[in-house]
C-alpha cells in the first residue's frame, strides 16, 4: 500500500517576501596575507566588511558576496564569468579598498600607495561591464567610483597632492572614518533630486586617489570645496553611479551630522527592482 500524501504546506509569508527581496551582489576584499592567528597559511581569504552589508540590508535586500572568478586561479568551472553574475542578481556593490593599478588607465605607477591588486581590479572591472550591460545598477564606493570611471575610459590622481589637484589632504589614517569635509551637491542631478533641499552636507574622507579626467556619458554629481569630485553618474544607464566617501559609515544618529545615506540607499533598491521587473 502507498504511503499517504498529503499537499504541500503553503509557503510561510516570510519565504514569499524573501523572493522579492532583491539581491545586491558585493565584490569582495582580498586578502593573500592572512595573519598567522586566523590561521589558513598559505590562503587567500575573500571578505566584506561587515557595514557595508548591514547597510545593503537596512534596505530589506540581501546581500550577496560575489566571489572573484579568475582565468588560472582554482575554479573549476570555466564557463563561469560576470555575465552570469550579472544575470543572476539585481544589482552590484563595489567597496572601497586598495589603488586602482594605473595599468588600467594607460599610465606608469608613479604615486600610488600600498600593495596593488590587479586581479581584482580586473574582476571587478568585468563585473562593473557585465552588470551595466545587463541593465541592473551599480553603485560604486570610494574605490569603486575611482573602478567605474576607469571601467569607461576615465582616468584617476594616483594622488591628489603630489599631482597638483588639490594641496587638502583626503586621507587621515588615524582619523579614518571620522576624517570628514564638506559636500557640495550639483544642482539637476540624480543626488539633488534624493535630497531634495540638501543641497550641501558632511561625509567622511579616506582616500588619496581620486578622478582625474571624467569617462565619456559620465557627470559629476558632487565635489568637496576644493573641487575634488565627490559623486559620478553615467547619463546613459538608469543607476550607474559612485560616491567617493563612505555612506555605510554614516550612521542615522550621528552627532557630527553627517549626510543621510537612506535616499542613496533606497535608490539603488528601487533601480535593482526595475532591473527585475
Known sequence: ??????PPAAPHASDRASRHRPLIGVSPRLLREVPPPLGFRGKTLQYLEQSVAHWVMEAGALAVMIPTIETGGMLRRGDLSSHDMAAALDGLLLQGGADVDPVLYSEPQRATRGPLNPARDRFERDLILA?????????????????????????????????GATNVEHVDDAGYDRHL????????GVLASLYGDIVAGTVNSIHHQGVRRLAEGFVVEARAPDGVVEAIRSTRHDFLLGTQWHPEFHAPDDPAGLLPTAPLLAALVEAALRARG
Open 1 to 6: 500500500m502507498l504511503p499517504a500524501t498529503h
Open 181 to 188: 569635509h564638506p559636500l557640495r551637491i550639483e544642482p539637476g
Open 131 to 163: 552588470f551595466a550591460a545587463a541593465g541592473k545598477p551599480v553603485l560604486g564606493i570610494c574605490r569603486g567610483m575611482q573602478l567605474i570611471n576607469v571601467a569607461f575610459g576615465g582616468s584617476l590622481y594616483q594622488d591628489l597632492v603630489s599631482d
